[in-house]
């Protein structure tokens, strides 16, 4: 069998992918208002916050010995992990505000896509990836009741462009993919 599909098996990639489907067909449904108007950024934040989420699952193993003491090199395919994750992520979501009536701009849904996936990077060096989950919510949870004077924290909910929001992801995907390519899950 192809071992990259040995890989995508092992880190449940295909119940990831049905789950980002399912989210991206629930912003689909609840931006079809024939209004035309701009979509609000907390449905898009939701929707791509589910979607790390449930990419997270597959930052851990199956075995977390056999993640440590492998002789293959694990740094490249799980930085491969997080960027596809991120990107299949914003093309899914891309594609669905597309389809509706409402959409976000590109350059926000990217920047969200890549932010959330890198802190469920950052959850899964931390926690392990059982829980790689609980950064991302966590912190849409934040972005939702912070003062909107605060983009550092609400930086998922400001409009694309805002330099201090467009850090905060890019910092969020760098140290994400760097701790998880180089430290790999946590227990």
């Known amino acids: ?50 979607g790390a989420m449930a990419a997270s699952v597959g930052f851990g193993g199956q075995d977390h010995a056999l993640d440590r003491t492998a002789a293959i ?28 009536d409402a959409g976000t701009a590109l350059a926000l849904t990217a920047r969200n896509s890549f932010g959330l996936t890198g802190l469920a990077a950052i959850g899964a060096v931390l926690t392990g990836g059982t829980y790689a989950w609980t950064l991302p919510f966590g912190w849409l949870l934040l972005a ?14 400001t409009p694309a462009g805002t330099p201090s929001s467009t850090w905060t992801a890019a910092v969020l995907i760098v140290a994400g993919t760097v701790s998880y390519a180089l430290r790999g899950p946590g227990r």
């Open 73 to 100: 090199r694990w740094w490249p395919r799980r930085a491969a992990h997080v960027l596809a994750a991120a990107t299949v992520l914003a093309a899914a979501v891309t594609a669905a505000q597309a389809l509706g």
């Open 1 to 50: 069998m192809n071992p990259a599909l040995l890989y995508a098996r092992s880190r449940h990639v295909p119940a990831s992918a049905l789950a980002v489907l399912a989210g991206t067909a629930l912003l689909w449904a609840f931006t079809r208002d024939g209004g035309g108007s701009a979509a609000d950024p907390r449905t898009g934040a939701f929707v791509l916050a589910l």
């Open 144 to 157: 939702f009741v912070a003062p909107p004077a605060m983009t550092v924290t609400t930086w998922m909910l």
